[in-house]
């Protein structure tokens, strides 16, 4: 049984049923269909405007669905109000109470239901204590630093005991050393606890970081869900291809297909043995970043003149210089084959003019 599924979801705004087509007039979500499963990690990761917010907050019960169901457990809690669905919400924000302490902040929503004061102060200690946040209950919000913030939104979320945990963007206040550090402890605390978490991102190292599955999403609608590992080797179609990955996998024409490969699956002719496809390409420019050497230049020979980008470690030495022609191969088994028209995977193609 799932823990959470939607079945055919549709969410428009502003009374309108907003079709494909008529304008800028787009449904936010467009018949979406996605589980998951007890225990597991969701990421629901697309561009902004991609509806993967809306879709959160209407499993919250935040938005009401135009169409379809949300199922929480065996039952639909379309038209039950958040309280009652069991679920817990951290927002980007954190929603923290600037005047009320640390441990007034996390017994709040356990105040608001009347549990017994005894009780309360021995959850928050408990959920305090998970997120090594203790020494911090008598300190107000203010005094916090973003990391430790974000633990007592989770420990306020985490007292309620919910059946599931929907995380719209936490780590986006943070800087970057710190949101890799928080993405860790996230993914640490998620296993201790094993609560079904459905989180919400635009920045695909999250995703993958942190995800058992990943569901892409792109104007409403599911592109593909599958493990990190599957969405990036695997995309279903040109805009997971293209949104996953950075740089993203190239793509070049080749009749009515499109051959997809991945910048790190392109690389000087001489290194790459068995079968292979061999291109050649000129270097317009280089960069070096973080010990790889990005590449960026022009192929030809398996279809139209096409920008690519190779990305080569640092233990390939080849000597490389812009505005010259060298020999680059990738591995037949690192192709991908999309339909040149709707994007769509297809069957391996001829490679050839």
């Not at 705004?13 to 467009?30: C, N, P």
């Not at 990690?41 to 697309?46: D, N, R």
């Not at 599911?222 to 179609?237: H, S």
């Not at 080849?318 to 010259?324: F, I, R």
């Amino acid at each position: 049984m799932s823990a959470v599924e939607v079945r055919g979801l549709v969410k428009t705004f502003d009374g309108h049923v907003r079709r494909r087509g008529s304008g800028d007039q787009v449904r936010a979500l467009d018949g979406v269909d996605l589980a998951a499963a007890a225990g597991e990690y969701l990421v629901l990761l697309g561009p902004s405007g991609c509806g993967k917010t809306t879709l959160l907050r209407t499993i919250a019960g935040l938005e009401q669905p135009t169409g379809g169901e949300v199922l929480i457990g065996d039952q639909v809690v379309n038209g039950l109000p958040p309280r009652v669905r069991q679920v817990a919400m951290v927002f980007q924000s954190y929603a923290l109470y600037p005047h009320k302490t640390v441990l007034d902040n996390i017994v709040f929503p356990l105040k608001a239901e009347k549990t017994p004061k005894a009780e309360r102060e021995k959850k928050a200690r408990w959920s305090a204590g998970l997120l090594g946040i203790e020494p911090l209950l008598g300190r107000k919000p203010r005094q916090l630093s973003g990391g430790e913030r974000q633990r007592v939104a989770l420990a306020r979320a985490l007292v309620r005991d919910p059946a599931v945990f929907l995380l719209d963007e936490p780590l986006s206040n943070l800087d970057a050393k710190m949101r890799a550090s928080a993405r860790d402890e996230l993914r640490r605390f998620q296993e201790r606890i094993g609560t079904t978490t459905i989180y919400v991102t635009h920045d695909q190292a999250e995703a993958m970081g942190l995800g058992d599955r990943i569901a892409v999403l792109e104007r409403g609608r599911v592109r593909q869900v599958g493990t990190p590992v599957e969405v990036y080797d695997d995309p279903a179609d040109t805009f997971v291809a293209t949104f996953i990955g950075s740089p993203p996998m190239n793509l070049v024409r080749n009749g009515g297909a499109l051959v997809g490969f991945r910048p790190e699956h392109l690389l000087p002719a001489e290194i790459v043995s068995g079968e292979r496809v061999t291109m050649p390409l000129r270097v317009d420019r280089m960069e070096y970043l973080s010990g790889d050497r990005h590449v960026y230049g022009t192929v030809t020979g398996i279809g139209a003149e096409t920008r690519v980008i190779a990305r080569l470690p640092a233990t390939v030495t080849v000597p490389l210089e812009p505005g010259e022609t060298h020999g680059f191969s990738v591995a037949e088994d690192r192709l991908r084959f999309f339909d040149a028209e709707a994007g769509t995977r297809t069957d391996p193609v001829r490679i050839g003019p």
